[in-house]
């Protein structure tokens, strides 16, 4: 811990953007990864059969505003696969989501073992190589 704080206070604004976005990457890169492992695994979250109902109606709203179902079906418009269902797709969005948030100790945990890491070797190079594209020598950090 000694060393997470020396090097913040040599370089803060380095270490910042270097927590702040790979508490970004932790949030994002699993989504997709949670998800389609939802839809290949077939698990099912137990939702009350009301609330998939209204769930269904808003998503086929949604997806006929922005052009993705046809007027008269349920298939996907243009080359894109047909929709296997609505709610199997918001359901596991949802719960994909749900997985993220509580992961949230553990991803604010790695965020914080990986920021002198990624400053050192991400943000500080590219830092240095803009300034150098401006024509500036880079400040110490």
């Known amino acids: 811990m000694a060393l997470h704080v020396v090097c913040f206070t040599r370089a803060p604004a380095s270490h910042l ?5 790979l508490h970004e990457l932790t949030a994002i890169l699993p989504l997709p990864a949670i998800y389609y492992t939802l839809q290949a695994t077939q698990l099912q979250v137990p939702i009350p059969p009301d609330v998939m109902i209204q769930a269904e109606e808003k998503m086929e709203k949604v997806m006929r505003r922005y052009g993705w179902l046809d007027e008269k079906s349920e298939v996907s418009v243009g080359d894109g696969p047909a929709i296997p269902s609505k709610t199997r797709m918001l359901v596991d969005m949802a719960t994909s989501y749900a997985i993220v948030k509580l992961l949230m100790p553990v991803r ?6 990986l920021t002198p890491w990624f400053a050192r070797t991400t943000v500080l190079p590219v830092r240095n190589g803009v300034f150098k594209l401006m024509g500036r020598v880079p400040p110490a950090p």
């Not at 953007?17 to 976005?21: C, N, P, Q, V, Y």
């Not at 604010?108 to 073992?113: A, D, K, Q, R």
């Open 108 to 113: 604010l945990g790695l965020s914080l073992v």
């Open 17 to 21: 953007t270097s927590f702040l976005i």
